[in-house]
C-alpha cells in the first residue's frame, strides 16, 4: 500500500508528467512510497494515504471521483499542490477550489522576475527560509481569507496597473475537515523549483500535508 498518490494530466503546457516524477522523487527520498496515476480512476482508490498531489491544470473531473477525493482530505488525507496542477484545476469544480483555498484567475506580464517575500518565518515550511526572486509567472488569485499565508508578493504589472500594489499570497496551509492542505504558486517550469527557496517550499510543504 503507498503512502502517497501523485495524479498528473491535464494541461501539458505545464508539464504534469515531469513534475509527477519529481515530486515522487522527492517523496520516495524521504521514505514514502509513491504510486504516480495519469488516470484520475485512481481517486477511487484512497484508503491508507497519507497524501494526495494534484497535477492537472484545467480538465474536468466527474462527480465520482471528486466526492471521494474531498471525503478522503475531510477524513485526514493531506493534499498538496502548486501552480495550475492544483490553483487552476477543475475549474468547474467550486467544492474543489473551496478545498484548496483559492483559484488563479490571471498572471499579468506572463513571464516576469518578481520577488517572493516569507511572511510567517516561524512556520516549519518556510523556518530558515529567506525572501527570493524568481522568474516565471505571477499569479493573481482569488483567495480564501481563512487560509494561513506563508509568502508573497506584490504586483506592479505594466499590462494590469489597476492592481499594482496588491499583496497576492504565493504558498499557504489550510485544513479541510482533518486534513491539512499546502498549496504554492510556483512552478510553471520544472526549472521554476530550481530556485532553492521554491523548491523547498514545495518539498516540505509535501511533507508537513503528510504529517
Known sequence: MSDALIVHGGWEGHHPREFAEHSAQLLRAEGLSVRVADSLAALDALRGLSLIVPIWTMGTIAPEPLAALLDAVRGGVGLAGFHGGMGDAFRDATDFQFMVGGQFVAHPDDIKDYEVAIADRDHEI?????????????????????????????????????????VMPVAWTRRHGEGRVFYSSLGHQPADLGVREAGELWRRGMLWAAR
Open 126 to 166: 518556510t523556518r530558515g527560509l529567506d525572501d527570493f526572486r524568481i522568474r516565471s509567472e505571477q499569479y493573481y488569485m482569488h483567495v480564501d481569507p481563512s487560509n494561513h499565508v506563508l509568502a508573497t508578493t506584490v504586483f506592479e504589472p505594466a499590462s494590469a496597473p489597476w492592481v499594482a500594489g496588491a
